[in-house]
Each structure stands twice: as C-alpha cells, then as structure tokens.
C-alpha cells in the first residue's frame, strides 16, 4: 500500500481518527486480500436494510464491540434497547455519543462494564476479527454475556475464506503500525465457535442480492449447554 509522501508512523487509534474525521483511509492484510478504502461514509451514515436485517437479531440489552460512530449502537437505542457501544478510538466514542446514543472507551479484552449481564453482544462489520484471533474474542464474549445469552456475529460470504495476518491502516498523515486482523467466513464459523465453547444457532442472508459473495451475513451463537 503505497503513496507518496506517506511515511509517518501512526498508532492505529491516531490513524482511525484521522478517516473518521474525513481522510481518505486504506486498509491492507498480510493475509493476500487486497487492499480496499475503509468505509467510513457507510459507518456515518444511517442504518441501512441490512443493517436493520442485522440487528433484527439482537435481544435485550446489547453490547456493540467496536462500536466505530455508532450508527448500530445509535438504532438499537432508537428500538428501545438497553445499548452500549465500546471501541479503543476515543473520536469514535465521542461520535456514538453524538447521536446519542451511550460509549465508552474500552478494550473487549480488558473489564467492560456490566459483564456478565448483556443478553447479546454484537460483532458487526467483519469485528470478530479483532486481535485476529476469532476464538480467543468469542471465549472473551462468553464472559461478558449473560448466562442464556448470544453473540450476534457478522461475518464473510460462504466461499470467501477465513484467514488471519496483519493489517495496516493508510491516510495521507502515514500509516500505522500493523496490527493483528483475522477474517471469518460464514463455513467456518460452527468450527471456530466450538473452539470457543459456543454453538452455531442460525446463520443468515442479510443481504437481498442476487450473489451470495457479494451478501452480508450474520450468525447467531450461544454458549454450549
């Protein structure tokens, strides 16, 4: 991922404030994928159709890990649930709030608050790939639900593949340092969660498209009984 004139060396939080405040961000992967514009306008924006398909999944009170601006911590609120996003980017918290809807700053592996007590906690926007390790997050989100309670996952198209490396973030201020990302396909989710302890409950189709590849889907998981 080049660009010249780009050589400063960011952290991640300065480098996801920068694209949140308007700079045109790219993100790359070890992993092979190619690198793509972070998409920060659809994250700004309201809640789409399958972002409502999306979040016709969640119950309760709900904790939204990497809550970005907020849009789905923001609609779960407007729907009357008890919602809180978290993210490590401050401006991030401080957009969510924005629209009124409740942040904090916070680390998923670090305490959240009222754990033990979210009847869902949602991984939107391909987060279950945080840290890059898809199990480890999942044995986390085990902890912070509630007894009876659901991971509500959004993960790739069936046939896409699941991978896990280390990404980079460019804005024209530099890039930041890498960072570990992993990407979970739909196929493999059932495997990951029973490495987790959790269970595939459902898997669904947000998207209305014609091709599959090109759909959101989102699965459902609980602990196993």
């Known amino acids: 991922m080049g660009g010249a004139g780009v050589s400063a060396e960011l952290s991640f939080t300065d480098a996801f404030t920068y694209a949140l405040r308007g700079a045109r961000a790219r993100v790359a992967h070890s992993s092979g994928r190619g690198p793509s514009e972070l998409p920060v306008e659809s994250w700004t924006s309201p809640a789409d159709d399958d972002d409502h398909a999306l979040l016709d999944l969640c119950d309760g009170p709900t904790l939204d890990v990497g809550c970005g601006p907020g849009r789905l911590t923001h609609e779960l609120?407007?729907?009357?649930?008890?919602a809180l996003g978290v993210d490590v980017v401050a401006e991030a918290v401080n957009l969510t709030r924005q629209r009124g809807a409740e942040a904090v700053?916070?680390?998923?592996f670090d305490t959240?608050?009222?754990?033990?007590?979210?009847?869902?906690?949602?991984?939107?926007?391909?987060?279950?790939?945080?840290?890059?390790?898809?199990?480890?997050?999942l044995r986390r989100i085990r902890e912070v639900l509630r007894?009876?309670?659901?991971?509500?996952?959004?993960?790739a198209a069936p046939g896409s593949g699941s991978s896990s490396g280390w990404s980079t973030l460019e804005v024209p201020h530099g890039r930041c340092?890498?960072?570990?990302?992993?990407?979970?396909?739909?196929d493999?989710?059932?495997?990951?969660?029973?490495?987790?302890?959790?269970?595939l409950v459902?898997?669904?189709?947000?998207?209305?498209?014609?091709?599959?590849?090109?759909?959101?889907w989102a699965t459902v998981l609980a602990e196993q009984p």
Do not use: K, Y
């Open 77 to 82: 609120t407007l729907r009357g649930h008890r």
């Open 105 to 108: 700053v916070a680390d998923v």
């Open 112 to 137: 959240v608050p009222d754990e033990g007590s979210w009847s869902t906690v949602l991984l939107a926007d391909g987060n279950v790939g945080i840290a890059g390790d898809p199990a480890r997050l």
């Open 147 to 155: 007894p009876g309670g659901q991971a509500v996952v959004e993960v």
């Open 177 to 186: 340092r890498p960072f570990r990302w992993a990407f979970l396909a739909v």
């Open 188 to 199: 493999d989710v059932a495997a990951v969660a029973a490495a987790a302890g959790m269970v």
């Open 202 to 216: 459902s898997a669904h189709r947000l998207s209305t498209l014609d091709d599959a590849q090109q759909a959101r």
